[in-house]
């Protein structure tokens, strides 16, 4: 059975799965309206957690790079 909608957690509505984020295995259970909703939220309440968490997420990503880059150098230069 293919599903084509879905109803979201957050607001009720029933929508094209189009309008949901996928996750890898399915779809998030809250649509994209309101999933960017409570993140622009979560900014506002605290930006620099937000700021913090992006920061984290870069490095952790550089990180990976740089041990999958044949060559580069094993410890990347932290800047503080």
Do not use: H, W
Not at 59 to 67: D, F, G, N, P, V
Request: charged share 30%; with cysteine.
């Amino acid at each position: 059975m293919i599903f084509t909608n879905k109803c979201c957690r957050a607001c009720g509505k029933s929508k094209a799965l189009a309008d949901f984020y996928s996750n890898g295995t399915g779809y998030f259970p809250s649509c994209k309206e309101c999933y960017m909703g409570a993140r622009r939220a979560a900014y506002r309440r605290d930006p620099e957690k937000a700021k913090e968490q992006v920061r984290r997420y870069r490095a952790r990503l550089k990180a990976q790079r740089l041990a999958t880059t044949p060559g580069a150098p094993k410890t990347p230069k932290v800047s503080q």
